[in-house]
């Protein structure tokens, strides 16, 4: 039974670290997954708040001088409360409107490496501190005169990555743990049936008699059947003597 426990444990440690991994691999899966589901929702946000700015700009007008552009840029905002500022740059990454009260000079090194990466398309980005995503304000000869920024928190991908984690945890658990717990009832019903083998008291002392035979007994005495056979060795070479031979 010693061997089947551990075998037990084994299968059990296995069955853990595949579970683990599982819900690692899942994790990371679903996280991917959500992050671009967030970083395209920002783009849909940011094309549609780029019209009004594109067609000031076909008319000549620069980004800055839009006089509209706070109230578009917070009905924009509120169309998710979880959205942390809206900007609006011109070409050089220099913010000019903006939807948050302390509003920075230009535009992040990450939001400006993923415009540069995209080329004129919609890009999006994951970065430390959440999620970015944006669009270009193209003049009527397709030159890009600015863009315009969402900053999304990331905070939200997060709790909801745990959350996910922590239902497949319950639900392992919950079909793992009943057949878990049948079979270390069986297995303790079959070592309650059959028991660890322990030799018998009588064997074990008919066992010690046949090996130990002629050795010294507590008394200093030899066992009967080690002096017979001591007695008939020595007639034996008695009467070999006795005929002359070797």
Do not use: K
């Not at 840029?73 to 809206?86: F, M, Y």
């Not at 010294?216 to 060795?233: D, E, F, I, K, V």
């Amino acid at each position: 039974m010693t061997l089947f426990w551990r075998i037990w444990f084994a299968v059990s440690l296995v069955n853990v670290l595949v579970l683990a991994i599982f819900l690692g691999l899942a994790g990371l899966q679903f996280a991917s997954i959500n992050a671009a589901l967030v970083g395209e929702r920002l783009v849909v946000i940011a094309s549609r708040t780029v019209a009004p700015f594109a067609a000031s700009v076909r008319l000549g007008l620069p980004l800055s001088e839009v006089r509209n552009a706070p109230a578009l840029l917070e009905r924009a905002r509120r169309t998710d409360e979880d959205i942390v500022a809206l900007y609006v740059f011109d070409d050089a990454g220099q913010i000019v409107h903006s939807t948050a009260g302390a509003t920075p000079a230009a535009i992040s090194p990450d939001a400006a490496a993923a415009r540069r990466a995209a080329r004129g398309a919609a890009w999006y980005r994951e970065t430390p501190e959440g999620f970015i995503g944006g669009v270009d304000v193209t003049a009527a000869d397709g030159s890009s005169n600015g863009g315009i920024l969402v900053v999304y928190p990331g905070r939200g991908n997060l709790t909801q990555v745990r959350s996910m984690i922590a239902e497949l945890l319950e639900g392992a658990l919950v079909e793992w743990f009943p057949v878990w717990a049948v079979l270390c009832c069986c297995a303790m019903a079959l070592r309650g049936r059959f028991g660890t083998f322990r030799p018998s008291t009588r064997s074990t002392a008919t066992s010690s008699a046949a090996h130990g035979a002629g050795a010294p007994a507590a008394n200093g005495r030899r066992r009967p059947r080690a002096c017979l056979c001591w007695a008939s060795s020595a007639r034996q070479r008695q009467a070999i003597a006795q005929r002359g031979g070797p």
